[in-house]
């Protein structure tokens, strides 16, 4: 069984006062792999203040340098100690018209200067409820396939968000869950990737509560946690969950 990751997404939040008073109250669990991903102005501030949890960053350009305004390059968050970088977020794909294939070039970016791209999947209520689930998150996944390789497959994080659970309050039921993070393994070996080292994360309201049981599913090797990553205690429990037994 792989070592649990769970990873914070802070999105758009945070001053440094804020994120001063959430450091003093976060702390390594051993037995678990734990990363913060913040927004890229507080990379600095947040990476000096970790003690044990890896840094982590929300987006990367697919460039590397040159005449990209406002873009970060994978090289920078390097240079700032990311460990992680979240790539095609569900709201970055909605909001901000990322389409598969850049997310693609985004993870291989990331993977070249040496990051772990963790690369979000999941489908919408529309598609869930259409029985299209499995078959839009194998087309994401086949994007990214298409342009970083079966073989550095195993570079990357994949975490399965389905847009409905995401900020919902209600996460997806430990079946739904387990359907797709075992059809997304499976779909990863029919390719030829080590699909037993890729790890594949679940996000969409995970909370104190539904921590456990989530963890416990087949093919869960951790959480992308939002709203609940805010929140020092909820974040630690939700850590602490993860602690393989
Ligand atoms: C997310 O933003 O990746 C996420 C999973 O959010 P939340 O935990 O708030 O549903």
Redesign the pocket.
């Known amino acids: 069984m792989l070592k649990k990751l769970v990873a914070g ?1 802070w ?1 758009l939040n945070g001053s440094l006062a804020a994120n001063e008073a959430l450091l003093s109250a976060l702390a390594a669990v051993p037995g678990v792999d734990v990363a913060v991903c913040v927004p890229f102005p507080y990379l600095a501030q947040v990476g000096e203040g970790l003690r044990g949890i890896e840094l982590g960053a929300q987006n990367v350009s697919e460039y590397g340098a040159g005449a990209y305004t406002g873009e970060v390059s994978a090289a920078m968050l390097v240079e700032f100690a990311c460990r992680y970088v979240i790539v095609g ?1 569900s ?1 970055r794909r909605a909001l901000f018209a990322e389409n598969d294939a850049a997310i693609g070039r985004k993870a291989a970016a990331a993977i070249k200067a040496g990051l772990v791209p963790i690369v ?1 999947v999941g489908e919408t209520l529309a598609e869930r409820e259409a029985g299209q689930a499995m078959e839009v998150v194998g087309r994401q996944l086949a994007a990214v396939l298409d342009v970083v390789g079966a073989a550095k497959m195993g570079q990357m994080v994949l ?1 399965y ?1 389905p847009v409905w ?4 309050g209600r996460s997806a039921n430990a079946a739904q869950v387990g359907e797709v993070h075992s059809g997304i393994r499976a779909w990863l070996r029919a390719q030829g990737v080590a699909a037993d080292d890729v790890r594949i994360l679940y ?4 909370k104190p509560d539904n921590a456990v049981e989530l963890f416990a599913v087949a093919d869960v090797d951790g959480g ?5 990553s805010l929140v020092a205690d909820d974040f630690m429990t939700i850590c602490r969950a993860a602690v393989v037994k």
Not at 165 to 168: S, T
Not at 203 to 206: A, K, L, P
């Open positions: 997404n999105k977020h709201e979000c975490a968000e659970a995401i900020g919902a996000g969409g309201s995970v992308l946690i939002g709203g609940a």
